[in-house]
């Protein structure tokens, strides 16, 4: 009976790991991105991402080889929001507000000038901006390139 037991709560767990169909798209759709902006930049380009809309969005280091700090990314806002533990804040301003003053300081001190963003999240304090170009867009990521 505890076998049984086992064996049956183990499938469930392992049928839950497994992504349906719109997961994989949405995956699909984060690495063909990738590819189309890490063959268009060089080491002199800095990318900011988010890890908070994007599906996979850890793999897309893969894609451009440059360290382990690169591309820059916004973490989870929970990261954030810790005052015992204060940390950098650029990652979230220049996604979240980048015509703030702290963005623009942000966007310079890092160099940063390509963005991806879920559209369906954080497009459009991009797309109101004349600074910010759209280079690509797909239902799930949206690249941005800083003038």
Known sequence: ???????IEGITESAKAIPDQGDYA??????????YLA???TSADQV?????YISGDSWIKLFFMRGYKYPLSRGYFKRYEDETNPREMCTL????????AESQK???ETGTNFVIVNPRFDSGQFRKLENFNQIYMSSEVAIYYRK
């Open 93 to 100: 301003y220049m996604i979240s507000n980048p015509a703030s």
């Open 106 to 108: 942000c966007f310079s």
């Open 39 to 41: 063959e268009r930049t």
């Open 1 to 7: 009976m505890i076998f049984g037991f086992a064996l």
């Open 26 to 35: 949405a995956l699909v759709q984060t690495f063909r991105s990738s590819r």
């Open 48 to 52: 900011l991402k988010d890890h908070n």
